[in-house]
């Protein structure tokens, strides 16, 4: 007995009301960003985050002024550029800085906090100067978790970058170091990651962040694809995995099934959210491509399940928390699958690739065939044990 994927009803899954609960469960992290004048803090800001906020300066002299926010309308991050101090006016540079940490910090809400800060080197100056000491370690004794980031190292020699390093280092028990510079993105793979280390100083913001602000993150960063991919299988399919088998703990034959897809499609929002895909996302609170899209995740789960029917016989399949878990986490695997590749094919094709038609039903479903066919490559065996094993350990607490 096949089923006829055509007939499958979603009327009853209010897309507005999914993308809203996936919007506004996102908390935005509040990211210090200190260092000299001209050290290359607006160029890191610009290349690192998936909206333009400042401005470049292009004569030598400051473009922000004092300390200014940045957080756009649709933004998930809130950066704080410190005006590059002068020479002369450093004290009146750590009053300003630290008053504003103070006063952020005695509000006693945790969403005005400064939650890390990335304190900039400047690596063509080829110094690490009292005053940077001084200002990291008053951070560092606020608990506020701190990252320096050498700036314009293609104007360093491999041993001048190593002593600068060795310099850092050596005035902190424990301090991390990344390496960056935005002239070197022509060099091969391997060197371009030892000195333009965009992608280390991502997983270490996400690292020292809570959970709850690390989606924030996650999607206000420019590209970071491989940090993207690990938050999704980290985070956000084992929380949909847990809600499908919640859903079904009271086992539920296969005509009741399609109750999996309101969870389904608020993962794939999630998922999508996670990539930056923002327009995307208001592309499908349409009517009619979002009508489709759900209609597409509905079929995909019903193909899906069918597979699973022995002999075919999907009216005699149950659908308990065996079922459900596999199902959601390899729908959520091939979910970031198929974005990845839409993202990389609207590189290189200027954009010009149609959101609707790479997501239909047929690819879905192709692209969860090919992760369930490739379990080993995608890890998706051991995904599925760990949410297992989570959810386990969630019901005995």
């Known amino acids: 007995m096949g089923i006829d994927l055509s007939k499958i009803n979603i009327k009853d899954v209010d897309v507005k009301a999914l993308a809203y609960e996936v919007l506004s469960s996102v908390k935005k992290p509040n990211i210090l960003v200190i260092g000299a004048t001209q050290s290359g803090k607006s160029t890191l800001i610009n290349d690192?985050?998936?909206?333009?906020?400042?401005?470049?300066?292009?004569?030598?002299?400051?473009?922000?002024?004092?300390?200014?926010?940045?957080?756009?309308?649709?933004?998930?991050?809130?950066?704080?550029?410190?005006?590059?101090?002068?020479?002369?006016?450093?004290?009146?540079?750590?009053?300003?800085?630290?008053?504003?940490?103070?006063?952020?910090?005695?509000s006693g809400e945790p969403e005005h906090y400064i939650h890390e800060a990335w304190y900039v080197v400047d690596g063509g100056k080829k110094r690490f100067f009292d005053l940077d000491k001084e200002i990291i370690n008053r951070l560092q004794k606020k608990h506020i978790?701190?990252?320096?980031?050498?700036?314009?190292?293609?104007?360093?020699?491999?041993?001048?970058?190593?002593?600068?390093?060795?310099?850092?280092?050596?005035?902190?028990?424990?301090?991390?170091?990344?390496?960056?510079?935005?002239?070197?993105?022509h060099l091969p793979e391997n060197d371009r990651k030892?000195?333009?280390?965009?992608e280390a100083l991502a997983n270490w913001s996400l690292f020292n962040l809570e959970i709850a602000l690390q989606g924030g993150l996650v999607c206000g960063?420019?590209?970071?694809?491989?940090?993207?991919?690990?938050?999704?299988?980290?985070?956000i399919i084992p929380k949909y995995c847990a809600a499908a088998a919640a859903a079904v703990l009271i086992p539920l034959p296969f005509a009741d099934s399609m109750l999996l897809t309101p969870i389904q499609v608020s993962m794939t929002m999630n998922i999508m959210h996670a990539y930056s895909m923002k327009n995307e996302l208001k592309d499908i609170l349409g009517p009619?491509?979002?009508?489709?899209?759900?209609?597409?995740?509905?079929?995909?789960?019903?193909?899906?399940?069918?597979?699973?029917?022995?002999?075919?016989q999907v009216a005699k399949l149950v659908v308990n928390t065996a079922v459900a878990v596999p199902i959601t986490a390899t729908l959520g695997v091939a979910i970031s699958y198929l974005i990845e590749n839409y993202l990389k094919a609207s590189v290189n094709a200027n954009g010009n690739v149609s959101f609707e038609k790479m997501f239909t039903a047929e690819n879905i479903r192709k692209a969860c065939e090919f992760v369930s066919n490739n379990k080993e490559l995608f890890g998706i065996d051991k995904l599925i044990k760990k949410i297992n094993s989570d959810i386990e350990k969630n019901k005995n607490r």
């Open 221 to 235: 960063l420019n590209s970071a694809l491989e940090l993207k991919n690990k938050y999704c299988r980290n985070v």
């Open 288 to 312: 009619i491509i979002g009508s489709t899209f759900v209609a597409n995740l509905g079929k995909a789960l019903a193909g899906n399940l069918a597979s699973l029917a022995p002999g075919g």
């Open 48 to 106: 690192m985050f998936s909206f333009e906020l400042a401005e470049v300066g292009k004569d030598g002299s400051s473009t922000t002024r004092g300390i200014k926010k940045y957080s756009p309308h649709d933004s998930t991050v809130t950066l704080y550029d410190s005006e590059g101090y002068e020479v002369g006016a450093e004290n009146e540079f750590k009053q300003r800085v630290f008053d504003f940490i103070d006063k952020r910090s005695a």
């Open 145 to 185: 978790p701190v990252a320096v980031v050498i700036t314009k190292v293609d104007k360093l020699d491999t041993d001048e970058l190593a002593q600068l390093r060795e310099e850092i280092s050596k005035n902190f028990s424990t301090i991390d170091i990344f390496n960056y510079s935005v002239m070197l993105g």
């Open 194 to 198: 030892e000195y333009v280390q965009k």
